[in-house]
């Protein structure tokens, strides 16, 4: 089954504690993509990444760090999270040129409390 | 730069009327569209796209959305609302379909029976 698979799907932590949310996608695609969800604000993309080892910064990168060192796995990284890191996150999907005009797939989202 | 704006974030339909939600964008060049559903405590899903082939786009569950250039708008209609459309429906454009992916800010629709 085509699937983006984030890990873990609840979080709760303390402020200033590293942590990872992975996320894995089986379709190979080329493009991933990290958005939180903000009550109010929709989705902002926080970075994306065109292929293996290629990453740029979406509209709210601060304070997020990412990596593709293999074309299935994007995980972000919050190295010193902070109370307005809580949200929810989702990890997304899908293919590269020329088929660059394909819906994203989404994973079933992680949601981040960051007391 | 390219941007995306619902209005409305809450629209309310009775069962069986229709359902309208609108989405106006700017982008600097011919966009990609995007209409996507979130279900509560799930990921998006993908209602329809436009890419330019057709104005008249036809999604699943009986959407369907418009291309009217001239208006910047891209609005999502269903003749009938089913009380399993009540859910919140993102906008969204890609200027190049491939980048950076802009979403508007959602509408919940309730479906009152």
């Known amino acids: 089954e085509a699937q983006v698979t984030q890990n873990p799907r609840y979080l709760i932590t303390v402020t200033g504690k590293k942590l990872t949310v992975t996320c894995s996608q089986n379709?190979?695609?080329?493009?991933m993509s990290w958005y939180r969800q903000d009550p109010g604000l929709g989705l902002r993309q926080i970075y994306y990444?065109?292929?293996?080892?290629?990453?740029d910064k979406g509209d709210v990168p601060e304070g997020y760090k990412v990596s593709r060192k293999e074309k299935r796995n994007f995980p972000l990284i919050l190295e010193s999270p902070s109370p307005n890191q809580t949200s929810l996150y989702f990890c997304?999907?899908?293919?590269?040129?020329?088929?660059?005009?394909?819906?994203?797939?989404f994973g079933d989202g992680t949601r981040l409390s960051i007391l | 730069a390219q941007s995306v704006t619902q209005l409305g974030s809450h629209v309310s339909v009775s069962e069986g009327a229709l359902v309208l939600l609108r989405c106006n964008y700017s982008s600097s060049v011919p966009p990609y569209l995007f209409w996507y559903v979130q279900y509560p405590n799930q990921g998006l899903q993908l209602l329809l796209k436009y890419t330019s082939a057709a104005t008249l786009v036809k999604g699943i569950n009986g959407f369907e959305a418009e291309f009217k250039k001239s208006e910047t708008s891209f609005h999502l209609t269903k003749p009938s609302a089913h009380m399993s459309d009540a859910a919140e429906y993102f906008c969204?454009?890609?200027?190049?379909?491939?980048?950076?992916?802009?979403f508007g800010t959602g509408t919940k629709l309730q479906v009152i029976p």
């Open positions: 379709m190979n695609h080329e493009y």
């Open positions: 969204a454009v890609s200027d190049t379909g491939y980048q950076k992916v802009t």
């Open positions: 997304a999907s899908k293919d590269g040129p020329p088929r660059g005009n394909q819906p994203q797939h």
């Open positions: 990444s065109m292929n293996v080892e290629v990453t």
